[in-house]
C-alpha cells in the first residue's frame, strides 16, 4: 500500500521560507511520479510542481523561481523548499504518486494522495 505522508508546513510572513517534506512509503520512489498540488479555500486544487520517472522536475509559473524540488532516493523522500512566500502561495499542500509516467498532471491523474500540510503567508 503507497502511503505519503506531508510535513513541514506552517506560518510565515510574506518573504519568508519554509520547506515542506513528502514521505513515500510502500513504493519504489523512482518509478512513480510525484507532484505538489495545492488548494485554496474555495479553489480548484492546482499543481506546484512534480518530479518525473526521469529526474526531470517542472514548476508552474507562479512558483518558478521561488520554489525547488530536491529528492533523497534513499530516503524515498521528496521536498519542496519555499521561498520568498506570498499570501496568494497560502493553501494546504498535498503531495500525489502515480506510477509511471503522467499524460497532464491532472489531480485526477494520481491514485495516491497524502493527507496534506498547511501552508498560510501573512502580508
Known amino acids: 500500500q503507497v502511503q505519503l505522508v506531508e510535513s513541514g508546513g506552517g506560518s510565515v510572513q510574506s518573504g519568508g521560507s519554509l520547506r515542506l517534506s513528502c514521505a513515500v512509503s510502500?513504493?519504489?520512489?523512482?518509478?512513480?511520479?510525484i507532484g505538489w498540488y495545492r488548494q485554496a479555500p474555495g479553489k480548484e486544487r492546482e499543481e506546484v510542481a512534480h518530479?518525473?520517472?526521469?529526474?526531470?522536475?517542472s514548476y508552474s509559473e507562479s512558483v518558478k523561481g521561488r520554489f525547488t524540488l530536491t529528492q533523497d532516493n534513499a530516503k524515498n523522500m521528496l521536498y519542496l523548499q519555499m521561498n520568498n512566500l506570498k499570501p496568494e502561495d497560502t493553501a494546504m499542500y498535498y503531495c500525489?504518486?502515480?506510477?509511471?509516467?503522467?499524460?497532464?498532471?491532472?489531480?485526477?491523474?494520481?491514485?495516491?494522495w497524502g493527507q496534506g500540510t498547511q501552508v498560510t503567508v501573512s502580508s
Open positions: 500525489a504518486a502515480q506510477i509511471g509516467d503522467v499524460d497532464s498532471w491532472s489531480p485526477s491523474d494520481f491514485r495516491y
Open positions: 518530479l518525473e520517472t526521469d529526474g526531470s522536475t
Open positions: 510502500g513504493a519504489t520512489f523512482t518509478d512513480y511520479a
